[in-house]
């Protein structure tokens, strides 16, 4: 029974291994498609914002109801109590999405604008508070202020109109916090993710169409290209990160996530000579320090849980102290 336990342990922790690079192989390619979707969006050049956010959804609501369309259950909702968090993730995400790609297209680097919105998992802890009921502990706490203190050599706050960009990409940190609280929520829930990220780009669909029509530019060929490859690289993202994290529990492979500011730092170089300035690069280590402090600190918390007993050796486990416990009372009755 002891050669057993080990074994299945062994095996166990094998896989979870093997899971757990899956996993990162997947969110690094969701850093790298959203880098790509960042870098698009500004090659697109002077189009209005609603235009290109709406193209930025359009392709994934294709897509999406598509795949929908060849589910079991289609187009329903697991429950009606999922209908406000699905409707609240939707609006705050899409209010995050045009501040991102207004700080994408005025803040001057794709890079900080990517560490801003990268800001929401500590943003999301704080929600959490209020949305779950989950109570931080000092050392998350901690983590949040120093994310946030880099985040100020990011934004470099000033008392003129030029900070407005980089105060936009630190709120769409914010409402991409907010809308991952209300996932998680929508997940405990029982709501399908796919569901949840139809409703998401649906609903940002729909209410960017009357801008797009209203205010609508026209385009030439290579900008409805690069908007086309935005949508690309928003719907690619959005299936990479989702399988990254069926493989792989968010607490061990979300700080790989920041990759994308990597990512974002070399193609902002290569196809639009951008170059952070110290600051900048202050705040990015800054923010990634805390995000792999945080990673750490959960990891440990996560071995000093005593380790799961698998069913069957569970059950044998407790026969045997029935067992001992029948011998004592047949033994005290003898």
Request: proline share 4%; with cysteine.
């Amino acid at each position: 029974m002891t050669f057993s336990f080990c074994g299945h342990i062994m095996l166990r922790m094998r896989k979870s291994v093997i899971k757990k690079g899956i996993g990162i192989l997947y969110i690094l390619g969701a850093a790298l498609c959203f880098a790509c979707m960042n870098l698009f969006v500004s090659l697109a050049g002077d189009l209005p914002l609603m235009q290109k956010v709406f193209f930025r959804n359009a392709l994934t609501v294709v897509v999406v109801f598509v795949m929908l369309l060849f589910t079991k259950e289609k187009f329903r909702i697991h429950d009606k109590s999922c209908i406000l968090y699905l409707f609240l993730r939707a609006g705050i995400g899409y209010i995050g999405v045009i501040l991102n790609f207004y700080a994408i297209d005025h803040i001057g680097s794709i890079s900080d604008a990517s560490i801003l919105n990268k800001l929401s998992p500590f943003f999301a802890i704080l929600f959490s508070v209020f949305l779950l009921k989950e109570k931080p502990t000092i050392p998350e706490i901690i983590f949040v202020l120093i994310a946030f203190a880099g985040a100020m050599f990011v934004v470099k706050p000033s008392f003129d109109s030029k900070v407005l960009p980089a105060i936009a990409g630190f709120a769409s940190g914010m409402c991409a916090g907010f809308a991952y609280a209300c996932v998680r929520i929508l997940g405990q829930k029982g709501e399908r993710g796919i569901m949840t990220v139809f409703v998401f780009a649906a609903l940002s669909t729909a209410i960017s169409l009357p801008f797009v029509i209203v205010w609508w530019k026209p385009m030439s060929w290579l900008q409805f290209l690069y908007l086309m490859l935005a949508g690309i690289g928003a719907t690619g993202g959005q299936f990479f990160i989702t399988a990254a994290y069926r493989h792989a529990p968010a607490k061990e492979i979300a700080v790989f996530d920041y990759a994308q500011v990597l990512f974002a730092a070399v193609l902002g170089y290569f196809f639009l000579s951008q170059i952070p300035d110290a600051l900048s690069f202050i705040g990015y280590a800054v923010i990634i320090c805390a995000a792999v402090g945080r990673c750490i600190y959960q990891l440990k918390r996560k071995k000093t849980e005593p380790a799961p007993i698998p069913p069957a050796a569970r059950t044998e486990t407790e026969n045997v102290q029935t067992d001992k416990v029948s011998q004592k009372n047949d033994d005290e009755s003898g």
